[in-house]
């Protein structure tokens, strides 16, 4: 209910994943919340969506893990109705604070997120940056 009453009136949702081993798929399975959260944002007229894969130092910052996440997201997203073009994807760890404020030093090989909407594109490393863009 708390889900639903705040994202009535949001302009922007973040959708936290975790990208742990078995959690992001429990997440992402036909009855899970990360499914139900981004349908229920989309039905709600959030227009604007990013999408932070949290729990990274736990897969040892593994980049195949991240984009095997963003591509499995992406695909469902689109079917939701939201562009994956225009969503930023950030990997996190909220634990440590990496990549939320400041670009982390533990995924060198993240070189940022791009997004394209109407007024342009933009790129950044962090969450703070993707939710200033």
């Known amino acids: 209910k708390n889900m ?38 989309y039905t709600l007229g959030v227009k604007q969506l990013i999408v932070a894969v949290n729990k990274m130092d736990t897969t040892q910052w593994s980049e195949a893990r991240f984009n095997e996440i963003v591509k499995e997201v992406s695909n469902f997203i689109k079917k939701v109705g939201f562009n994956p073009k225009t969503v930023a994807f950030v990997p996190i760890s909220g634990f440590n604070g990496d990549n939320m404020i400041d670009a982390s030093p533990n995924c060198p090989w993240y070189k940022g997120w791009e997004k394209e909407v109407k007024s342009g594109k933009f790129t950044g490393k962090t969450l703070l940056e993707a939710i200033d863009s």
Do not use: N, P
């Open 4 to 41: 639903i009453t705040g994202t009535s009136q949001a302009d922007c949702a973040i959708l936290i994943i975790a990208g742990g081993i078995g959690e992001f798929e429990a997440g992402i399975s036909k009855d899970g919340q990360t499914r139900e959260h981004a349908l229920l944002a």
